[in-house]
């Protein structure tokens, strides 16, 4: 293992660490949440993004570092991999702009209801996942894994610390849209 792997591994688990204790206080503590920030500022968008930084960071640098050091076949690298990376990609960014850069730091905006968000109520989540799933398989490294899976428990638990805080802002309209738009993925 190369010597850059033990430590970018350790930063994207801290990362992940810190995510999953921010996200699960905030759906065991609802009223001293920490995600959606109860005030979106530079300290609240620095304790949310560099987490998230370092996981996506730490799983690109250490998957061309250990570059298929699991030996899988390129069919499914290439074939199953690819395809996530750029799905997912091709989600996230759109769903991000269309709520805009500080919703999707937590800020309150107007609740978003077309485009990916009439098939998920978490595009951009889901999105994610599929990034870090599809880079795992991709770069077919063992150390991703461990990082993608962390990431994937982060970005499952973001919607249950979301949606009380959701439902608090928007009401009525938002519960409507909930019985209507599955968490994750679905067709209307």
Do not use: C, H
């Amino acid at each position: 293992m190369n010597d850059l792997v033990p430590s970018t591994l350790t930063v994207a688990l801290l990362g992940e660490a810190i995510l999953i204790v921010m996200l699960v206080w905030s759906i065991l503590v609802p009223t001293l949440r920490l995600w959606p920030p109860q005030r979106v500022n530079l300290l609240s968008q620095i304790m949310v993004w560099l987490p998230t930084l370092a996981v996506f960071g730490g799983a690109i640098l250490v998957g061309l570092t250990e570059w298929n050091a699991l030996g899988w076949p390129l069919w499914l690298r290439w074939g199953v991999g690819l395809p996530l990376i750029l799905a997912g990609n091709a989600v996230v960014w759109p769903a991000a702009l269309a709520i805009g850069l500080d919703a999707t730091s937590g800020a309150e905006a107007e609740l978003k209801t077309d485009g990916f968000y009439r098939w998920s109520r978490n595009p951009q989540y889901v999105a994610d996942i599929a990034v870090l799933l599809g880079w795992a398989i991709l770069s077919a490294s063992a150390a991703v894994w461990i990082i993608a899976t962390g990431g994937v428990i982060a970005f499952a638990l973001a919607p249950f610390a979301e949606e009380p805080w959701l439902e608090e802002v928007y009401g009525e309209p938002y519960r409507r849209y909930i019985n209507r738009v599955p968490r994750f993925f679905g067709f209307p």
